[in-house]
């Protein structure tokens, strides 16, 4: 389960944008209204750091990317949209409609790229890079003024990981309990409060307690969902009614007066 928004929350309405995907269906997306950077190192180096990678994940770009792109026609002034994805990654399209703010838009197969993508030479960064295959339930959305601190692994304890943090910046867990309706409606909502609310880069990482009890044990949740602020610290948790929007920003620190 990912975590969603029904805008691109950009300031101008065109703009580029380049998502990567690994194997496993994490995601790491940018949004560029300047449309000057290609990214595909940024989102990588994302990767790298997020998942603890030995080496960049460079050989992900053509097997595992979508871009989009967003302009003014200018002889009509209408906005037209063209968005490519990989063949691997065109079953995320209701995801990427989402963090993209696209609603039904259909992503065109780069077939093209297939040619790149060696499934015996896959094969060998498998071994190489197991965690890229492993389901982390990571979405980042990255920006110019990010700063590529070493997060902790998805199984690593809360409180040993405030060391790893970096300084600037959210990182925030929702704990749910299956996927549901409900659940996708929540992340909806939370995300683009997010969005709109934080002056800052953050990461939100989606648990469902079914599939690992184990870190949600070692978190000490007792119901969903639960929302927790890993950092920055002290560490804040809400649990239950997420309708709560002056809640949600108590834990964030954030005023309701900040709101746009």
């Known amino acids: ?7 691109p929350h950009v300031n101008s309405p065109t703009f580029k ?3 990567l995907f690994t194997p496993g269906g994490d995601l790491v997306y940018c949004i560029d209204p300047d449309k000057l950077d290609r990214w595909h190192i940024q989102l990588c180096v994302a990767l790298q750091n997020s998942l603890g990678l030995s080496e960049l994940p460079h050989f992900l770009v053509p097997c595992y990317s979508a871009t989009i792109d967003r302009w003014l026609d200018p002889a009509t002034q209408q906005l037209k949209t063209s968005a490519e994805a990989s063949p691997r990654v065109l079953k995320y399209q209701p995801l990427l409609n989402i963090v993209f703010g696209l609603g039904d838009v259909v992503w065109r197969s780069t077939e093209r790229m297939q040619d790149l993508c060696d499934p015996m030479a896959m094969v060998g960064y498998r071994h190489q890079f197991p965690q890229l295959w492993q389901e982390h339930d990571l979405i980042v959305k990255l920006d110019k003024a990010r700063t590529y601190g070493r997060l902790p692994a998805p199984s690593s304890k809360v409180l040993s990981a405030s060391a790893a943090m970096p300084t600037q910046g959210y990182v ?11 659940t996708t409606n ?3 909502k939370l995300h683009e409060l997010l969005e709109d609310s934080l002056k800052q880069p953050y990461t939100l990482k989606v648990i469902d307690i079914y599939k690992h009890p184990d870190q949600a044990e ?4 007792a119901a969903t969902p639960t929302l927790v602020r890993i950092w920055p610290q002290p560490i804040k948790r809400m649990v239950g009614n997420l309708d709560d929007v002056n809640r949600i920003l108590q834990i ?3 005023s309701p007066s900040h709101v746009l």
Do not use: C, E, P
Not at 176 to 182: E, L, P, Q
């Open 252 to 254: 964030l620190s954030v």
């Open 186 to 188: 929540i992340l909806k």
């Open 17 to 19: 944008g380049i998502a």
């Open 218 to 221: 070692v978190d000490q949740i």
């Open 172 to 182: 925030l867990r929702l704990y749910i309990s299956g996927h549901t309706a409900a």
């Open 1 to 7: 389960m990912h975590s969603v928004s029904s805008s």
